[in-house]
T-cell receptor
Framework: GESVGLHLPTLSVQEGDNSIINCAYSNSASDYFIWYKQESGKGPQFIIDIRSNMDKRQGQRVTVLLNKTVKHLSLQIAATQPGDSAVYFCAERYSGAGSYQLTFGKGTKLSVIP | ETGVTQTPRHLVMGMTNKKSLKCEQHLGHNAMYWYKQSAKKPLELMFVYNFKEQTENNSVPSRFSPECPNSSHLFLHLHTLQPEDSALYLC?????????????FGAGSRLTVL
């Protein structure tokens, strides 16, 4: 069936470097994508989202890139800080038939080395 | 604090116990969700409520019984659970306004079934 997955389950980055977290999706009809961050002991928190009619969106220190040709999504974090250590989830939404349902990936654990 | 509050944060129960998880949102949202988060698996949607009406039941076993008395409160009643039901149960809410896509999650209730 359709699914969202992550290329790398773990990622270690030196503090101050840039981080790139990748996500592959398989439903070419998905029209909306979202990234969440989950710190230990907390629920997922919204980071940034992007609609399928865009290929790039920037937030504060974060950028999401969408490549619909290869069905790939990435989250870039600039100047990674220790507070960025968490599990990052991507999710896609297919809004066909009026359903809102998000499909989540398994998550990538980002560890920032001080 | 995200505006979505879940209690209890931790729960240990035997297989014959009856317990309930509670979720309350202070965001004025009209849609509420229950998700199950197990180790090494993607977030699994369980139930969706829109304006107090259940709109999705993702083939969840009947030992999980949701209740939504109003748009601000959501319960998950637990009865005769199995050890494999041990997981983090996440509540989320969402505005149903035009263009509203972001789910706001609570911190979760960590359930252990002995």
């Amino acid at each position: 069936g359709e699914s969202v997955g992550l290329h790398l389950p773990t990622l270690s980055v030196q503090e101050g470097d840039n981080s790139i977290i990748n996500c592959a999706y398989s439903n070419s009809a998905s029209d909306y994508f979202i990234w969440y961050k989950q710190e230990s002991g907390k629920g997922p928190q919204f980071i940034i989202d992007i609609r399928s009619n865009m290929d790039k969106r920037q937030g504060q220190r974060v950028t999401v890139l969408l490549n619909k040709t290869v069905k790939h999504l990435s989250l870039q974090i600039a100047a990674t800080q220790p507070g960025d250590s968490a599990v990052y989830f991507c999710a896609e939404r297919y809004s066909g038939a009026g359903s809102y349902q998000l499909t989540f990936g398994k998550g990538t654990k980002l560890s920032v080395i001080p | 604090e995200t505006g979505v509050t879940q209690t209890p944060r931790h729960l240990v129960m035997g297989m014959t116990n009856k317990k309930s998880l509670k979720c309350e949102q202070h965001l004025g949202h009209n849609a509420m969700y229950w998700y199950k988060q197990s180790a090494k698996k993607p977030l699994e949607l369980m139930f969706v409520y829109n304006f107090k009406e259940q709109t999705e039941n993702n083939s969840v076993p009947s030992r999980f019984s949701p209740e939504c008395p109003n748009s601000s409160h959501l319960f998950l009643h637990l009865h005769t659970l199995q050890p494999e039901d041990s997981a983090l149960y996440l509540c989320a809410s969402r505005s149903t306004g035009l263009g509203a896509n972001v789910l706001t999650f609570g911190a979760g209730s960590r359930l252990t079934v002995l």
